[in-house]
């Protein structure tokens, strides 16, 4: 009978470690319900993005409207790992703020995104938690202009107003903290999503440090210099990262939501401000400085996804799924048996019928510096295919000493 109980208690104890295991590691809370953009759109964008890590399970409070009752607005912060600021509107009772400052100073993670830091220019404390403002009658009186110019790091006190941007348009992110955890491992520059690009912000710039720029073109009404895009700012025992990009208007498609470089770094920032360190890999589709790239879904692209699309490849189509692929084989050119499969999935579309010449050259290509005995049958045949034969006998020649399987 105790044997049996033990077991009982055993398999019970199983049972709750693996229930643990799959819950959430932390909770995070989305503030909105004001502000100047269009946060019906972004705060449910948000909460998609950091849900999609499974490192997050994410509630949305709702401020009253503008000019409305704010006195039961009352978030209980202690319950959250982190709290993503996504508002900009009227001031809180003095008991909410006065709430989140403890829940900040005691350790709580905070996420300052886009126009949360316009928010508040007459509380002291939440711009010393954002680090760096504007609009909102902001000027000298707030904190100096921080940017890079020549790189070199600039403390500014002219005076002058804050925040300011040109015409939405696509540009270069630079890390300039490339070993902080948010950034490690990502390229050290790439380019970012049709976005405004935020310049002219200034704060107190406490215990701040910038993780990375963006030129502000003249060309496109910009400074002229290196504006920060990224920061971290602690506050307290309370971490924060603060992401100027990312705006969501009332269009229909929201291209610097949806830019992968965006979606990344938010979701490692917002990692980092929970915990303190960063877990999440570095996924096959992050951009470089060839181009942006896009998440129409909010969510990576599957491997079967980007041989659908290479398998239906025309000459006036993006190769952004073969640069997919080829990350793919990199990221498992140690392991023969990962590298097997995407090899026969790659054949496949070799054989396929439906699959377009300029897809089929593609996969060629790659199949020359890596395919195995497995896929010549599948390369031989095309030789009877005029279009493909000249492609078909380069990959034939080029695989010396092809791996046994």
């Not at 020549?150 to 939405?168: C, E, I, R």
């Not at 490339?178 to 200034?202: C, F, N, Q």
């Amino acid at each position: 009978m105790k044997k049996r109980y033990s077991l009982l208690l055993l398999l019970a104890g199983f049972f709750l470690l693996q229930s643990c295991q799959e819950q959430r590691a932390y909770r995070a809370l989305i503030v909105t319900g004001q502000s100047n953009h269009n946060w019906q759109a972004s705060a449910p964008i948000l909460k998609t993005i950091l849900d999609q890590t499974k490192l997050f399970s994410t509630d949305i409070a709702q401020t009253p409207k503008e000019k409305g009752d704010m006195s039961n607005f009352h978030p209980n912060f202690s319950r959250y790992s982190i709290v993503v600021m996504d508002y900009n509107g009227d001031a809180w009772p003095e008991a909410t703020k006065t709430a989140f400052l403890e829940y900040v100073k005691n350790g709580g993670g905070v996420v300052i995104y886009h126009e949360a830091d316009n928010s508040f220019p007459d509380w002291k404390e939440y711009n010393e938690i954002i680090g760096l403002g504007g609009w909102n009658k902001r000027n000298e009186k707030d904190g100096p202009y921080v940017y890079y110019k020549n790189n070199q790091l600039v403390v500014d006190t002219a005076k002058g107003s804050a925040g300011s941007h040109g015409p939405q348009h696509e540009y270069l992110v630079r890390a300039r903290k490339a070993d902080h955890p948010i950034l490690k491992g990502l390229p050290v520059a790439w380019m970012h999503g049709k976005d405004e690009l935020y310049s002219t912000l200034r704060g107190p710039a406490k215990n701040m440090e910038i993780l990375a720029t963006a030129y502000a073109d003249t060309a496109k009404r910009g400074t002229g210099r290196d504006e920060p895009m990224l920061m971290t700012i602690t506050c307290g025992k309370g971490r924060i990262f603060h992401t100027a990009m990312g705006h969501v208007g009332k269009d229909a498609t929201h291209p610097a939501t949806e830019c992968v470089g965006f979606i990344v770094t938010f979701q490692r920032g917002a990692e980092w401000a929970a915990c303190g360190k960063v877990t999440q890999a570095i996924p096959i589709d992050f951009p470089n400085v060839a181009g942006s790239v896009s998440r129409p879904e909010y969510r990576e692209v599957t491997l079967s996804e980007d041989l659908d699309k290479i398998a239906t490849y025309t000459i006036d189509k993006s190769t952004k799924y073969l640069t997919d692929l080829q990350a793919r084989i990199r990221q498992v050119s140690g392991n023969p048996a990962a590298l097997l499969d995407l090899e026969k999935q790659m054949v496949s579309i070799l054989k396929e019928k439906g699959s377009t010449v300029e897809g089929k050259k593609l996969i060629l290509k790659e199949l020359a510096w890596m395919g195995s005995d497995y896929c010549i049958p599948a390369v031989q045949e095309l030789l009877k295919n005029e279009e493909l034969k000249e492609a078909s006998t380069f990959t034939l020649e080029r695989m010396k000493g092809p791996r046994k399987i």
